[in-house]
């Protein structure tokens, strides 16, 4: 289980706190979505969580380790992360796959780390681009090449940061079904940032609202209400139910003054 | 499923570049301005030859050639490192300021300590003392390494993001400049005229010990990338990409900037400044093979030996009796080259 305590972080000493004593939980194979404004805290939250950024105080732990305690390549191999700007460089897509499992092999890639490259691959129905250089392919192949390589790391906790933030429907429908079917068939704890509240509303199990640098709310899909919502984004919306799923429709900016 | 095709293809494009500098460098060591034929030149290399003539090979032109490889690969890979580390296509060996800070290193040494300071006067015995190759060389490294040192302690409160190593670089390299500028304002014609000689990259200054020293450095360099290889394809990705997998970003960033830095300095403050080698080769290796550091770091060192033995070779056949400053060379035969790797592109890649 992925617990995160009271979690403070600021940018500089006298800046204002970006986190200011978040905390949530998150069960293995759940996923996990983490909405609010933008500005609010989001990724810097993934990130410190990460350790990629150091808390001023609280705890990240993980099935009760703690995560800031460890070394880095300790915790690569726990909790890998999809980023937001997604970048490889001109690297074949076997190779940036092959990247993920840095943090096991060092300097030389050993015949276990090609051989879970090549697993990965196979699964995710990339075995046909391995030798294509990553710079060629569409932004939507990118992203799960982006999720191949955090995969590789074999983690058991995976941070995606706005996955569909550029990519067309289709393309949001590939990644999202490509999470949840790591979260169902590996076990592994999904974080993940979206700004689509109804895709949220598709893909996650918990959700986590952000306001002022906490976590103002954390719930399950029932609990979601206009209300929050219009504490949370300062827009009025309508929640409607079809075919078994909630749907929010709209919002105005001005219903809300 | 491995790309193993596009390995051999790779592996054939080192050896065969391998093999090319070889026979580059063997070819170099009978054109200069001496005119010593094929044949002379052979017997000279085997010793059979007259004094003159075994004194141009093996004192003047074997240690100029092995300047030539041993600089032009360090230059290269260093313009290589600083550009994945800093994440800037513009970054070359010379960002953090140490070719400036060489060049005034070895101003200081020439103008002030050999006598060329107008209220000194024009005094040539304490010149020459003065200007002793290894005296200005040593002052240059020294001022090389203090302006490494004061960027890198500086830029560590910023944890090396790379906009901040930049601009400290751009800062620190005018400030040895204007250093410079005043420091020549006020030397005498002799003091002055030796001090920008001096600035003129010029392999003809390389010696035995120059050579080895140069090597050890260029050497473990080569190592070290090499060894980083993967650190620095995870960087590609981003610095919180490359974090998430575990590499320690700013420690990678520190041990790659003060290693390059040192090769530069190391190089600058023997041979003067040669300038777009570190540009230009590792360009036209991203251009041509990708950003793979397993294959770029030995053939950036590959491309960079070839591109100054070239450069050099042609300023001597130029030149009648004297060779051409081998950084005007570099330039002249490497922009026109570059730009049309550039502008051949179809699209554009990341630098």
């Not at chain 1, 460089?89 to 499992?101: A, C, E, I, M, N």
């Not at chain 1, 955090?150 to 429908?173: H, K, S």
């Not at chain 2, 060894?227 to 490359?242: D, E, F, I, K, P």
Request: aromatic letters at 8%.
């Amino acid at each position: 289980m992925l617990k995160v305590e009271d979690l403070r972080f600021r940018y500089s000493p006298r800046g204002p706190l970006v986190l200011d004593g978040v905390d949530l939980q998150l069960q293995p194979g759940q996923i996990g979505i983490v909405l609010g404004r933008n500005g609010s805290g989001k990724s810097t939250l993934f990130k410190t969580i990460l350790g990629i950024q150091k808390p001023l105080s609280g705890k990240v732990l993980f099935e009760g380790q703690d995560l800031h305690a460890m070394t880095r390549r300790e915790r690569a191999r726990i909790a890998a992360y999809v980023p937001q700007d997604i970048r490889f460089g001109d690297l074949t897509v076997f190779d940036s796959v092959l990247l993920g499992r840095i943090s096991y092999f060092g300097m030389r890639a050993g015949a276990d780390d090609i051989a879970a490259v090549e697993q990965i691959l196979q699964e995710m129905d990339l075995s046909d681009f391995a030798a294509r250089s990553v710079e060629k392919l569409s932004g939507g192949e990118r992203q799960k090449i982006a999720i191949a390589r955090a995969m590789a790391q074999d983690p058991r906790l995976m941070v995606f940061d706005e996955p569909t933030g550029n990519l067309d429907m289709a393309n949001e429908l590939l990644i999202l079904q490509e999470a949840k079917r790591l979260a169902r068939e590996k076990n592994i704890a999904i974080l993940c940032s979206l700004h689509d509240l109804n895709q949220a509303l598709q893909l996650g199990d918990r959700f986590f609202f952000m306001k002022q640098g906490r976590v103002k709310y954390a719930c399950d899909a029932q609990d979601i209400t206009e209300e929050l919502i219009r504490d949370v984004y300062g827009v009025a919306v309508k929640i409607i139910q079809a075919e078994n799923r909630k749907i929010i429709i709209g919002g105005d900016l001005n219903e809300n003054k | 499923m491995q790309p193993t095709k596009k390995r051999k293809k790779e592996s054939a494009f080192i050896a065969l570049l391998a093999v090319l500098v070889l026979a580059m460098s063997f070819v170099c060591l009978f054109v200069g301005s001496s005119h010593m034929g094929l044949a002379d030149g052979l017997r000279a290399l085997a010793k059979q030859s007259s004094p003159a003539n075994i004194r141009i090979i093996w004192n003047i032109r074997i240690p100029r050639v092995l300047a030539a490889v041993i600089a032009g690969a360090g230059l290269s890979v260093s313009g290589l490192v600083m550009q994945t580390t800093l994440n800037n296509a513009m970054a070359s060996p010379s960002t953090l300021g140490v070719s400036n800070a060489a060049v005034f290193g070895a101003n200081l040494s020439i103008i002030a300590f050999a006598g060329g300071f107008l209220s000194t006067g024009n005094n040539l015995s304490s010149y020459m003392v003065g200007a002793n190759p290894f005296a200005t060389s040593l002052m240059a490294f020294v001022f090389a390494a203090l302006s490494i040192l004061l960027i890198l302690a500086l830029c560590r409160v910023r944890a090396f993001s790379p906009n901040v190593v930049v601009l400290a670089g751009i800062a620190m390299g005018s400030v040895w400049t204007a250093a410079t500028t005043i420091l020549q304002f006020y030397a005498t014609d002799v003091g002055l005229s030796a001090a920008v000689i001096w600035s003129f990259g010029d392999l003809g200054r390389a010696t035995y010990r120059t050579d080895a020293i140069m090597l050890a450095v260029v050497l473990a360099g080569a190592v070290l990338f090499s060894c980083m290889a993967w650190r620095l394809n995870a960087l590609l990705g981003g610095q919180a990409a490359a974090g998430a997998m575990g590499v320690n970003v700013e420690l990678l960033r520190f041990v790659c900037l003060l290693a390059a830095s040192v090769i530069t300095a190391v190089c600058v403050s023997f041979l003067g400044v040669i300038g777009f080698v570190g540009i230009i080769c590792p360009h036209v290796t991203k251009k041509l093979l990708g950003q793979d550091h397993r294959v770029t770091v030995p053939v950036s060192l590959l491309g960079g030996c070839r591109l100054l033995l070239l450069a050099d070779t042609f300023s001597r056949s130029l030149g009648s009796g004297s060779a051409l400053p081998v950084g005007a060379i570099t330039s002249l035969l490497g922009a026109p080259f570059f730009l049309a790797i550039i502008f051949s592109g179809k699209e554009n890649r990341p630098c």
